[in-house]
T-cell receptor, first 115, second 112 residues
Framework: GDSVTQMEGPVTLSEEAFLTINCTYT??????LFWYVQYPGEGLQLLLK?????DKGSNKGFEATYRKETTSFHLEKGSVQVSDSAVYFC??????????????FGKGTKLSVIP | DTAVSQTPKYLVTQMGNDKSIKCEQN?????MYWYKQDSKKFLKIMFS???????INETVPNRFSPKSPDKAHLNLHINSLELGDSAVYFC???????????FGQGTRLTVV
């Protein structure tokens, strides 16, 4: 079945540091890929998405590129802020078939940014 | 206006009780979901509901049942609550099965 593997957290960075959170996936078809963010005490918010190979999703300074050859969708940001402290989830949705009704999530990576 | 809203935000109840969590979306979406987030933040799909088509994750106990009075609502009813049901439950919606999902704020259920 489909699966998403994220780097283990927690990740602690100083403000203005470069961020990479690795995400790889296993899927039978050609999934759409997503990054969601969960701020403390809140629900999940869509951060960015990519629906086909080589697409780059971007939002709020975050970027991720859909790499079919490496089945990866790593999240990056050039300069993190304290307000970026949250849990980040990588997710996929199959494009068709039985798996297309659900988002499959990774286990989440907690990011803490210190001043 | 909140796009996907859940009530209550917190729910504390005793083992054996029956409880419901309500969810409403004002996005005009056709598909709604319930997810469970455990203490380790792992998210797992419980139900998907689209135009009266219900897809159930086979691992969900039949004590859990979704109820949809109309397209904008998908409530979660839980019978005979157990300690292991304690978690955060998220409602979500999407335009269809292919687009991104929008999540509610979550309901933290604590069974004592």
């Amino acid at each position: 079945g489909d699966s998403v593997t994220q780097m283990e957290g927690p990740v602690t960075l100083s403000e203005e540091a470069f961020l990479t959170i690795n995400c790889t996936y296993t899927a039978t078809g050609y999934p759409s890929l997503f990054w969601y963010v969960q701020y403390p005490g809140e629900g999940l918010q869509l951060l960015l998405k990519a629906t086909k190979a080589d697409d780059k999703g971007s939002n709020k300074g975050f970027e991720a590129t859909y790499r079919k050859e490496t089945t990866s969708f790593h999240l990056e940001k050039g300069s993190v802020q304290v307000s970026d402290s949250a849990v980040y989830f990588c997710a996929l949705r199959e494009s068709s078939g039985a798996g297309s009704y659900q988002l499959t999530f990774g286990k989440g990576t907690k990011l803490s940014v210190i001043p | 206006d909140t796009a996907v809203s859940q009530t209550p935000k917190y729910l504390v109840t005793q083992m054996g009780n029956d409880k419901s969590i309500k969810c409403e979306q004002n996005l005009g979406h056709d598909t709604m979901y319930w997810y469970k987030q455990d203490s380790k933040k792992f998210l797992k799909i419980m139900f998907s509901y689209n135009n009266k088509e219900l897809i159930i994750n086979e691992t969900v106990p039949n004590r859990f049942s979704p109820k949809s009075p109309d397209k904008a609502h998908l409530n979660l009813h839980i019978n005979s609550l157990e300690l292991g049901d304690s978690a955060v439950y998220f409602c979500a919606s999407s335009q269809d099965f292919k687009t991104e999902a929008f999540f509610g704020q979550g309901t933290r259920l604590t069974v004592v």
